[in-house]
């Protein structure tokens, strides 16, 4: 399993795989061919089906296009490459209109990209291969009777707890700059932003529905923050960044909990996507919304019941139901924005979150369905859902007309 520094990243939005994934590969690109002419780019599957919502085409010319060169861009979005459906093809020409260089690169979620001729490689381990699985992670808990923020610390060095800070930083800049922005987000959705508004209604409401009305609009904050292309963190992907910022600032003020509670969390976490990205998904263009909402909530609920005095198996519990309870969630995006239904789904998440943690602290953290389990199926789910409900917008919501 990798370094959970992969799973959080700090970039901007709408989207980690057809935003932040073909920007990276775009700068990759021009670092080796900076001296083309011209650049063209072959999008297929989701990345052609949705990119044009998604800003794929606008990150594409501010990286190849920034010295004043064209870009060519050709959608190709019925053309489904066999390793992942984000992929896509640059080319790089030169003055005689002669082929300087091609590579294809596969956007595979959550901002990670892979190029063609690298599927194979091995991945860069940060931990060994016999703790990538949850149960194996519990066992070797329990015997060193420690937490599972202390595994992350073991494996990846006393400087994950810098690199955490920073990623706190972010989430916190992203809340507020989401609670600071009105009017109505990029698109032709037109639809309003609803954070600052809900933020300053939550405080004239009280008992059962204000408080949580407050963690609806942190999470808002975020995923509004993201679908305008504001900076935030993968959590684990840009469509799914409110949920667990959102929640976390919630317990914080909520409860008076100290930053090195919550940046323990963020480990968890991290942990808890980290998993899921190793065993299973986290890409909507591959499992759909299971992958990127299913799991932030995953991620937020496991936070939550370690936050509230969780065991490590109470916290595997309410991390599996976060995913559970999010099985066969289809991404089907309206107009191929981050916009409807990712939203509100963060926000919901977010509350759903919350009620993970206080039933899996209700039991001693025994359950039926293991982690590791919820996650095979999540991906035998993603398989078996139609291309209409994996990020291309051709079906469900996306072809409803407003
Ligand atoms: S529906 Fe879910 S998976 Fe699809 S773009 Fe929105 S947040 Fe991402």
């Known amino acids: ?105 596969y956007s595979v979620g959550g901002g990670k990209v892979i190029l063609e001729g690298q599927q194979s490689l091995p991945i860069k381990r940060t931990y060994p291969q ?78 059962p529905v204000g408080t949580p009305a407050r963690a609806l609009s942190y999470a808002l904050a975020v995923a509004e923050e993201n679908a305008g292309g504001g900076k935030i963190v993968t959590a684990p992907t840009c469509g799914s960044c409110g949920v667990l910022p959102g929640v976390l600032f919630y317990l914080r003020n909520q409860y008076k909990l100290p930053q090195v509670k919550i940046l323990r969390a963020l480990l968890t976490a991290g942990l808890i996507g980290n998993l899921v990205k190793h065993n299973g ?21 496991g936070a939550t019941a370690q936050l509230l005095g969780g065991s490590i198996h109470q916290i595997e519990y309410a991390a599996e139901m976060g995913l559970e309870h999010h099985l066969g969630l289809t991404c089907d995006p309206m107009m191929g924005l981050v916009q409807i239904p990712c939203i509100e789904r963060n926000a919901m998440a977010a509350m759903r979150s919350l009620d993970h943690a206080s039933y899996a602290l209700l039991t001693d953290g025994r359950h039926k369905v293991s982690f590791d389990t919820v996650v095979d199926v999540m991906m035998e789910t993603g398989q078996a859902l139609p291309s209409l409900y994996r990020e291309t917008s051709l079906g469900g919501l996306a072809k409803t007309r407003f």
């Not at 939005?13 to 083309?36: I, K, N, Q, V």
């Not at 004043?68 to 005689?96: C, D």
């Not at 009777?145 to 707890?161: A, N, R, S």
């Open 1 to 105: 399993m990798e370094s959970i520094r992969e799973l959080y990243r700090i970039g901007y939005g709408p989207s980690s795989s057809h935003t932040m994934g073909p920007r990276y590969a775009a700068t990759e690109f021009l670092s080796r061919h900076y001296d083309a002419i011209r650049y063209e780019a072959d999008l297929f599957g989701s990345l052609a089906a949705t990119g044009k919502g998604h800003l794929t085409d606008k990150a594409l010319r501010e990286v190849l296009g920034g010295t004043g060169k064209s870009v060519t861009i050709i959608w190709y979005p019925e053309v489904v490459k066999p390793f992942h459906p984000n992929a896509m093809t640059l080319r790089a020409i030169g003055p005689q209109e002669d082929l300087l260089g091609e590579q294809t690169y």
């Open 130 to 207: 016999y703790l990538s699985k949850m149960k194996h992670i519990l066992a070797y808990c329990e015997k060193e009777g420690i937490q599972l923020w202390e595994l992350v610390v073991k494996y990846e060095g006393p400087e994950i707890l810098t690199f955490i800070e920073q990623i706190w930083t972010v989430m916190l800049e992203s809340i507020q700059n989401g609670l600071n922005q009105e009017g109505v987000l990029p698109g032709g959705l037109k639809l309003p932003r609803k954070a600052a508004k809900f933020f300053v209604q939550s405080k004239d409401l009280v008992g």
């Open 281 to 301: 998904s986290i890409s909507g263009a591959e499992v759909g919304c299971q992958g990127e909402i299913g799991v932030a909530c995953a991620m937020a609920s």
